[in-house]
């Protein structure tokens, strides 16, 4: 069975920042699309952004580009998501998730269809943004 471990969430002050660490099996490293999606309240489930775990390929969606960075350490098994200037739109339980290693076009995954082709999910880490 398959494990994504995410840790880092909490609750931030609007402006403020956070950073989420997923730790995946070893398999995954490299030649994985990895990425983070997240479901705020009431909203639909949104591919944050990706990563490429063979190297380069790092894609995020509109509404975060600028304010998020995500990152690999392949060492550590590890992908990371830095998120700046956090807005109260931000709020929602992130999800770590990887795809089949069969899956090359990790861009594709942050499209509200390509989300559901991430065949790996973690239990989530809440983030909440306050006013």
């Known amino acids: 069975q398959v494990q994504l471990m995410e840790s880092g969430g909490g609750s931030v002050q609007a402006g403020g920042s956070l950073i989420l660490s997923c730790l995946a099996p070893?398999?995954?490293?490299?030649?994985?699309?990895m990425g983070w999606v997240r479901q705020g309240p009431g909203k639909e489930r949104e591919g944050v952004a990706t990563?490429?775990?063979?190297?380069?390929?790092?894609e995020y969606a509109d509404s975060v580009k600028g304010r998020f960075d995500i990152s690999r350490d392949n060492f550590a098994n590890s992908i990371y998501l830095r998120m700046y200037s956090l807005k109260p739109e931000d709020t929602g339980m992130y999800y770590c998730?990887?795809?089949?290693?069969?899956?090359?076009?990790?861009?594709?995954?942050?499209?509200?269809?390509?989300?559901?082709?991430?065949?790996?999910w973690g239990r989530g880490t809440q983030v909440t943004v306050s006013s």
């Open positions: 998730v990887a795809a089949e290693s069969s899956v090359k076009d990790c861009e594709s995954l942050l499209s509200p269809l390509g989300v559901a082709d991430f065949a790996y």
């Open positions: 990563i490429y775990t063979g190297g380069g390929g790092e």
């Open positions: 070893s398999d995954m490293f490299p030649g994985t699309c």
